[in-house]
């Protein structure tokens, strides 16, 4: 059993995650990325939780086949139970030296089943789903199976690509029906909105009045969003702010108990673990809990469980008490705590901000004077929270040859009217969550400063520090 905040098999990582609920505990299927080279085939791990801060890690739940099988890989998939209690595992087998008429790797939705609980899976070896005729046979993947309320019917959504549509607008998310489970036959497109190269990771759910559909795509941005429509037909409506979180944390897939709902993705490593390094895929499993508002757009936060196991109180050394306020109109100011945060800590700031200002925030990992570490910014004026850090690397001589010519490295959409905001940042080893008013979420990582304090700031503006605190887990 680990107790942390983010789990992360060592020293693997954590690929899209098939979450299950059963009697209370979250088994929590995941790809699992070992980083080996040679590569080897890629198999499903488990680990369990209920709380989201102790993790039962069971290791490998459902393997791979051998060099020569159509599932050397074993990809994305669902999990359901049919009427009889039998539990089937649908999944994606793809083998890199089995190649499509266009010369890809196949995928083809494959299938297994467990009598006893999901303790031992067994293939069926003849049953296969290839893409049909007018989808691209290479990117035929991530199979959700969920069941239609109205007339007891399975349906099968399929992420795929039409092989007669411009690359970049190709990506449907196909659609088989079954009452059996076992035999499936093609319907209409589940949704064909000619948008994305991709909607990876399909997953379909009925929360209250709403049906909500979430995927995954890397054609605008890589990220995961949603859709919501008051039918499973449709149509799906574009919310406000329709992701779920920004480039770090990728293929959400939900699961619900006792009526709330969780998101379970990856936090991506990166290269090299460095700042600058490119985006990895897979990376460390988190968690974010939705919260419905009244006209059905989702908010995203920390599982309040997770925020509670930060039960002791640390001294961050930093020189605010309710009621301080930071005031530079024309420029900036900060107060900065020196000395070093915990590696697992969660940082919780209340800012009540003027009218007008331009930026607020939190530096964390911060150097004596506050100058670099990792900056969590509120921007009002803008409309959103980004994350920033300093310094960056350096790419030549010249004072501006620094890496990155944007003034932050992710950002956020939110809503900043004036008055009283509330920014929560865990921060556990590399990997962060910074989450505004309960609302708005952020995933990042933080690998080139393991150590520093903490400062807080204003920029052109004013606000007042309602209340700051710095928790840790007593358990840890």
């Not at 239609?148 to 029906?177: C, H, N």
């Amino acid at each position: 059993m680990s107790y942390s905040a983010f789990f992360q098999p060592s020293p693997a990582a954590v690929g899209d995650v098939i979450p299950v609920e059963l009697d209370g505990v979250f088994w929590l299927f995941y790809l699992l990325e070992r980083r080996e080279d040679p590569k080897p085939g890629t198999p499903w791990a488990l680990v369990r939780t209920k709380d989201f801060v102790r993790f039962d890690d069971v290791g490998v739940a459902f393997d791979h086949g051998d060099d020569s099988a159509p599932d050397f890989n074993v990809y994305t998939g669902s999990v359901v139970r049919d009427d009889s209690g039998a539990v089937h595992l649908y999944y994606t087998g793809q083998n890199p030296n089995r190649l499509g008429v266009d010369g890809q790797p196949l995928q083809v939705v494959r299938r297994a089943s467990s009598g006893d609980g999901m303790a031992t899976w067994v293939r069926d070896q003849e049953w296969k789903l290839p893409a049909p005729q007018g989808h691209v046979p290479g990117d035929w993947r991530d199979p959700f199976v969920l069941r239609d309320p109205r007339d007891g019917r399975w349906r099968m959504l399929v992420a795929g690509r039409r092989d007669d549509a411009p690359e970049r607008r190709s990506g449907v998310i196909a659609q088989l029906t079954s009452t059996d489970l076992d035999t499936w036959t093609h319907a209409e497109p589940f949704w064909a909105p000619e948008r994305y190269l991709m909607m990876e990771c399909p997953d379909v759910f009925a929360w209250g009045d709403w049906w909500y559909l979430v995927y995954s795509e890397f054609t605008d941005s890589f990220t995961t969003r949603y859709r919501m429509s008051r039918s499973l037909d449709g149509p799906w409506l574009v919310p406000d702010h329709d992701t779920i979180d920004g480039r770090a944390f990728y293929a959400a897939k939900s699961a619900d108990r006792d009526g709330r709902r969780f998101f379970f993705g990856w936090i991506a490593s990166k290269e090299d673990a460095r700042d600058d390094g490119a985006w990895l895929w897979a990376g460390t499993l988190s968690t974010l809990e939705a919260r419905q508002h009244d006209d059905g757009t989702l908010a995203f936060g920390l599982p309040r469980e997770l925020l509670t196991s930060f039960d002791q109180v640390v001294d961050a050394g930093l020189d605010v008490s309710p009621g301080t306020r930071l005031h530079a109109p024309d420029g900036r100011q900060a107060i900065a705590s020196g000395g070093h945060l915990p590696q697992c800590v969660l940082v919780t700031a209340v800012f009540d901000v003027s009218p007008g200002t331009t930026e607020v925030g939190l530096v964390l990992r911060a150097s004596d004077d506050g100058e670099e570490g990792y900056v969590v910014r509120l921007e009002p004026r803008r409309h959103r929270m980004v994350l920033d850090r300093w310094p960056r690397a350096v790419t030549g001589p010249a004072q501006w040859q620094v890496s990155g010519d944007v003034p932050f490295e992710l950002e956020r959409p939110a809503d900043l009217p004036p008055g009283e905001h509330t920014l929560e940042v865990l921060l556990d080893g590399d990997a962060m969550v910074a989450v505004l008013d309960g609302e708005v979420a952020l995933s990042a990582r933080c690998y080139d400063r393991p150590s520093g304090g903490l400062a807080v700031f204003v920029g052109e503006g004013s606000t007042e520090i309602r209340s700051l605190t710095v928790r840790e887990r007593s358990d840890t």
